[in-house]
């Protein structure tokens, strides 16, 4: 693995308005060749779902490179953008640190953002004494690649391997991810018991968690066949429900895990975290949030900078 200090980069970042009006994705629609290929070698062949997960993926995909968003000033003061090559992969990431602090916390956002998507919680994440590393995912934003369970292996032994030759101990290192982001954020921690922490602020647990909320169409419309076939033959579901293997993995973590959730969370249902958390085998908080839906916003921020223990 090479990691790679970029001087000049090629990121283009957008104001809220341009973000809303962004004229690749309205006029062209979303392109791409990301699949889920990867993270389920039974999703390619077997799932009926296959189709409609690569559109999910495809769109969100194109969203997270067309929405950047401008670098807060007092962040752009101690940013330092990288270039993690891995493999066949170059991992775009943000090392900001302006306090020169001992401890880092690795940051994975959700599908559809990208490194420049939350930013005020990097701010509070650097108030509370820590560095923050956070890495783009393969096919995102600027990142070279696609979405694979390869690739998100290899981005974060890269994250790792970066903050040690920065002479960051290990348990100095928390890790936080959010809904897709707890995808990385569980794999980093399940390979290394000996950090210091893992946050899930409100993380995917499994496809068939989450069948319901499919089925009512708010994640992607499907058509009636499909949402007819998945209510009469769960089955189906079955077949690709290792995907994440995220509560296999929750289960067999030793470090302290917290969890923070919203009640009103229209994409990932309260009693999917709740089994996650559940799970936990050292869990030390669980926030339930009545409001704050499917985002990381003002309430989920000032839980997690009220955590006991970070």
Known sequence: MLITPLINTNFKYYNQHQVNNCKTFQQIGYTNNTTFKGLGDNLEKLSPLNYYMRKIFAKFTHISKCRKFMIDK???KNLNIVELKSGKNVFQAWDINPNDSEKYIIFYHGLGQNITSNQEF?????????????????????STGSVTAKSIRE????????LKRKGIKPDNIGVVGFSLGSFPAIN??????DLKFLVL??????IKNEKDIL???????LPKLIRYLLSKCPFLVDLVDNTFQNLKKVKKLKLPTYFIHSEND???STTSTKELANSS???KQFVLLKNGGHSIETGKINAFNNLQGI
């Open 215 to 221: 089925l009512k169409g708010q994640t992607l419309k």
């Open 201 to 206: 602020i409100s993380p995917f647990n499994s």
């Open 122 to 142: 990097y701010k509070t994440m650097i108030n509370k004494g820590y560095g923050v590393f956070a890495p783009e995912y393969g096919g995102f934003g600027d």
């Open 188 to 193: 980093m921690a399940h390979k290394n018991n």
């Open 266 to 268: 229209r994409i990932i």
């Open 155 to 162: 981005n974060t032994e890269a994250a790792i391997k970066y």
């Open 74 to 76: 007092e962040l752009k």
């Open 281 to 283: 085998k050292n869990l």
